[in-house]
């Protein structure tokens, strides 16, 4: 997952480190590319809080996608 995409499921990046329990900076943080460990943080927060996640699972999924994307 890329972290455009994981900001994209929350709507901002200080909504998405508050749904992580996170400051806001920490996200600033991250690499463009998630690691598996960040990327299952944000899925699992996000099913918690009930976002919608079809499309971000389709494009971890789909490796070729996500380079398009």
């Not at 994981?6 to 200080?14: C, K, N, P, S, Y």
Request: proline share 6%.
């Amino acid at each position: 997952m890329l972290k455009k995409q994981a900001v994209e499921l929350f709507g901002t990046r200080a909504e998405l480190a508050r749904g992580l329990g996170y400051h806001r900076s920490r996200i600033s943080q991250w690499p463009e590319e998630l690691t598996q460990q960040q990327t299952d943080h944000v899925v699992g927060a996000a099913v918690r809080l009930g976002k919608p996640i079809k499309p971000i699972l389709k494009l971890i999924n789909n490796p070729q996608d996500r380079k398009a994307a």
